[in-house]
Structures are given as structure tokens and as C-alpha cells.
């Protein structure tokens, strides 16, 4: 190579390392400026982040209903109505201990909550529940006062119990189950706490002997006129004044429908959230089964047809105030079914023969969607009632 061409090579290697640093020189003062706006867009991403949660958080709370509804499939008993992410504990008080067979107990049941609870719980049912039973079988039982404290959450409970002989010993445990929302499934959801039992010294009620008894008692002289035989005509004369005149049977059928009719304009008036929530069950009933029924599309044919009977069962339950304890072959064998018409009972039996058909049907089973339009068709029938 010639001193020429070999000076051109050096000098174009030194222009390309000249650009080189004055391109580090000219990145190097930029840095700071790329830094700035990658930060800046950062930031503006996380505050737009931030809104669009903080939006659907509010959309979410907004279309959540106002009293949280503990699901009518896979509810134990005894359920209390009682809903809370925290807990709800159980204890029981009575007074006296020691007594005799027939005297008032005074018997009290506090529930408090621990945590946050959504819905309050209601006066345990020992008059009807079938959980309960023990009690009706020991004492006579009578709803007392009641005590309210949402805001420390506290509610107490008041009952009079009355031992029916000697040998009872003991109240027995209480237990009540409340709802705990969150869990999957939904029904993992109830809860069950417990209060003791309280021992109890009941003796027999002492015996009044007759020679114990003080003061005279007179018997009661029949008047005269019983003893007097009559004969003749006025064996067949009715006796004036034993049967009301006209004007008093008018009477009667007059005023009758208007004290009834005032009667219900007044209730209605003074007590207007009766009716109101009698209205708002039998639609929550309503809508929550046609919710239920048709989230079973996926569902497998016995494992649909089991939860068809549920949903139905629970649904006749709430809309007709049925025993909670009323399982759905006893409502196919029309035990408290008297509120339905002789065509409702009919079809509510054919349909639960058929659930029971698809469940212990040998594999494959057959498809259960009929199972699950029946059983719409049946609710959709009973809300159009009045």
C-alpha cells in the first residue's frame, strides 16, 4: 500500500471516532431529558390504572343489592338470617336454675358479632323449628322481649320456658348456623356455633291434700224452673228471644264486612313494610330460583336433577311460609302442598318423579333440560298468583 493510501485510511478512521464521541457527548446530554418522560409516562398509566379500578370497584358495590341473600341451595338449619365476613358466637343465660315443675324460667339468647356483619340476626325460632325440638318437648315455650344493638352488634333475646314435669335436667345446647359470603361454592358458607346447656333442678309441684283445703264451698243450686215438667202445647212454643230478630241479623251482615274492610285499610295503612316485604319475599323467592334453575345448563343430569328438587323445594318454602324441615319427597306426597291447586300438586309430584328418574337412571342418563323448563314453567305459573 502507498504512504498516500495508507494517510487517507488513517484520517477517515480518526473522522469516524470524532463522530462517535461527539454522538456519546450528544446521547449523554439527553438522558436525563428521556428519563424525565419515561417517568412522567409511567406515572399518568399508574393515576389512569388507579381510576378505571377505583371505577369498577364502584360499579361492582353499586350493583350488589342492599341486604346480602344467604343461597337457598345446600342452607342448613337452624339458620338464624345472620350474614357477616366476621363472625357471630352464641351464649344463653337462665334464671332460676332451681324450681318447681310449671314455674317460669326466664331464659335469654345473646348472639354477638365479631367482625363485620351485613344482616342482623333474627329471634331463633324454638316454637317451629324442628332443630328446636327438645325445647318443645321439655318446656312450654313463649316469646319475651328482645333487646337490640346493631351498633355494638349485640342482640339478645328473651323467652320464658316452663318445665312440664320434674324430670327435666337440663335446657338444652342451643345451636344456631349463620352465612359467611365469599366462600366457593357459595353453600361452604354456613357457619355453626354453639352455646351449653344449662343444668336445671326441677322438683315436682307440691300436692294439696283436702283436708288442707280452708273455707266452705256451697254447691250451686240448679234454678227451680229446671225441675218443673212441661207437657202439652208448649212443649212445641218457642221462647221469645231464642232466636235474634231481623234488625240484629241485618245488623250482622252489615256492619261484619265494614268492621273487616276498615280493618285491613287500617293494617295496611299503619303496617305498611308487612306487606311490602311479603311482596318483596315472594319476588326474591321468585327471581332467586329462575336464577338458580338456569345456571344448571353445564351442570351433569343428576347432579342437575338433585339441585332441581332443592331449588324448587327451597322455593315453595319461602313463597308459601312451608316448614323449613319439609324435604322435596315429602312435598311430592302433598304435605303442605295445600296452598297449590289440585294441577300444581299434580304437576310438582310428576316433576320430582322425573328428578328422581334422571338421578338413579342407569348410565348414560337422560338429558335433564326438560327437567329444568318444567320446573320453570312451575314457578313462573305460581308468581303470576296473586
Known sequence: ?????????????????????????????????????????NLQFAILFVLFFSLS??????????????????????????IGSGRFKVSTTATPTELQAGDPIHFTIRIESVGLWQRAPERPDLLRKLEYAQFRENFHVANDAER??????????????????????EIPSLFIVYFRPG??????????????AIALQVKARAKVEVNEIQGKIEPA????????????????????GSFPNGWLLLLLVVVTPIVSIGWF????????DAVRRRRLQKNRAGRQALQALHSLHAAEPSEAARRVAGIIAGYLRHRFNLDDALQPAALGANHGTD????????????????????????????????????ATELILDWESQP
Open 1 to 41: 500500500m502507498s504512504k498516500t493510501g495508507k494517510y487517507t485510511k488513517d484520517c477517515k478512521m480518526q473522522n469516524a471516532n470524532c463522530k462517535l464521541q461527539i454522538e456519546e457527548r450528544l446521547l449523554g446530554s439527553r438522558e436525563p431529558s428521556l428519563v424525565s418522560a419515561q417517568a412522567s409516562s
Open 57 to 82: 370497584s364502584l360499579r361492582a358495590q353499586a350493583a350488589q343489592p342492599d341486604r346480602p341473600e344467604a343461597p337457598l341451595v345446600g342452607r342448613q338449619e337452624p339458620f338464624c338470617g345472620a
Open 148 to 169: 337490640l344493638s346493631p351498633q355494638q352488634g349485640i342482640w339478645e333475646f328473651d323467652f320464658l320456658l316452663r318445665p312440664k314435669n320434674e324430670r327435666v335436667r
Open 183 to 196: 366462600l366457593t361454592p357459595p353453600e361452604k358458607g354456613y357457619m355453626t356455633t354453639s352455646a351449653p
Open 221 to 240: 243450686q240448679p234454678p227451680d224452673r229446671l225441675y218443673q215438667i212441661v207437657t202439652g202445647p208448649q212443649v212445641l212454643q218457642r221462647e221469645n
Open 265 to 272: 285499610a287500617w293494617y295496611t295503612r299503619r303496617n305498611p
Open 339 to 374: 296452598k297449590l291447586s289440585s294441577d300444581q300438586r299434580t304437576r310438582l309430584a310428576e316433576l320430582l318423579e322425573n328428578c328422581d328418574s334422571v338421578r338413579y337412571a342407569p348410565p348414560p342418563a337422560p338429558s335433564h333440560q326438560r327437567l329444568t323448563s318444567e
